[in-house]
Every structure is written in C-alpha cells, then in structure tokens.
C-alpha cells in the first residue's frame, strides 16, 4: 500500500539551533515529493517540491530536502531556525504524478523556542 | 491576484443537522480539489473537479457528502445529515491544470456536537 509516514508529530528546538523533519513513503512507483507548511491561521503552503533531477531541493527560506530513493525518504531540514518558522510541516506524495490526488503525512508541528 | 477563500472559517452544528462549506478557487484555476483533515490524522483528499465535472471521488466517505461546482467556479461540499466523525477540517485547494502546483485556502472547521 502507498503511504506517508511522519514519524515525529511535534518537534521542540530552541531558535537558531538545527533541525530535521523526517518523512517517508512506501511506494512502488515513481513519486513526486512535497512538504507543505501551515503558519497560524492560514492555509498550506508549498514549501518545496521534488520532481525530478538533482535529489537535493531548497526553499527560499533556509530549508531544504534530499530525495533518498533506497531509504525512500525526503526528510526536511534547516541549519537555523528563526522563530517564524514555527509552523506545522506536512510531508506530501504524489504516487500518481504531477499534483494530482496528494497523499499527505500526519504533519509535524515545529515549535521554534525562543 | 486573490487566493483561495472558504466560508465560513468555523461551523458548529448538532448531529443529524445539514451544514454546506463553500470554497472559492483562484479566478481562471479549473481543478479544484476537497481535502479534509480529522483531528490528529492525516489531511486526506476527498474530490477533484475540472471545471464542472467530478474527475476524481474516490476519497468521499460517504453518500452524506454531495459536492458540486455548478458553471465551473465556486464549490460546495454539503454535509446532510452530519455525524459526530464529519468534525474536523475541511481545505479546499485550485490549480490551474491538474499538473500545476495546489493553492490551498485556510480551510472551514467543522464541529459536529
């Protein structure tokens, strides 16, 4: 079965300290990777997304992610983090291509502490 | 350019009572999509419509949930009668095709008491 696994659901770290989200799939079939973040009171937003090419993407803000075929994984993580990254992240798979009918992780809330 | 917006933000209703939640996609995106997150669970997919037409339902939980896009713009998602396991939050999402990146709303929560 095709499925998202965030193994943690709440992550403490105190601010400028380093940080990692882990996420993983099963799947079968060739995937396409996101990680969706959640500030307070607003919508999910794209944070970024593996498609195809270089497995290491980056946002624009300080975060990346390393697409791990043989471990299947695509952790998220960031060297330093800020206060406003305190957010919920969810990890996302499109086992069917492209962005349609997105299979999401449980999330992972992301306390930054001052 | 205005994103996605749902009505309302938050809804409480009793059990066996009928609520509608509306979402508005991006002017011009003809994909749009229901999601809906239970508490502590993962945020699951529910439908995906182009334009007007249902193109994917595979996630509807069951036949109290009827979604509908009449002329391809706003949809609703009307929940009749509503049970105590419908509580939870409901994302709406638009794209422009079904390959382009999903722009979410902020979503309507959804109590059932």
């Known amino acids: 079965a095709q499925s998202v696994t965030q193994l943690d659901s709440q992550v403490p770290v105190f601010e400028e300290a380093p940080v990692e989200l882990r996420c993983n799939y099963s799947s079968s079939v060739s995937v396409y990777l996101f990680w969706y973040v959640q500030y307070p009171n607003q919508g999910l937003q794209l944070l970024l997304k593996?498609?195809?090419?270089?497995?290491l993407v980056e946002s624009i803000n300080g975060f990346e992610a390393e697409f791990n075929k043989s471990q299947t994984s695509f952790h998220l993580r960031k060297p330093s983090v800020h206060i406003s990254d305190t957010a919920e992240y969810f990890c996302a798979v499109s086992f069917s291509g492209g962005y349609q009918k997105v299979t999401f992780g449980i999330g992972t809330k992301l306390q930054v502490i001052p | 350019e205005a994103g996605v917006t749902q009505f309302p933000s938050h809804s409480v209703i009793e059990k066996g009572q009928t609520v509608t939640l509306r979402c508005d996609p991006i002017?011009?995106?003809?994909?749009l999509y229901w999601y809906r997150r239970v508490m502590g669970k993962e945020i699951k997919f529910l439908l995906h419509?182009?334009?007007?037409?249902?193109?994917?339902e595979s996630g509807m939980p069951n036949n109290r949930f009827l979604a509908e896009r009449t002329g391809g713009t706003y949809s609703t998602l009307k929940v009749q009668p509503a049970e105590l396991e419908d509580s939870g939050v409901y994302f709406c999402?638009?794209?422009?095709?079904?390959?382009?990146?999903?722009?979410f709303g902020p979503g309507t929560r959804l109590t059932v008491t």
């Open positions: 999402a638009s794209s422009r095709t079904g390959w382009d990146e999903q722009y």
């Open positions: 419509f182009v334009k007007e037409s249902k193109q994917d």
């Open positions: 002017s011009g995106h003809d994909n």
């Open positions: 593996y498609l195809s090419g270089s497995t």
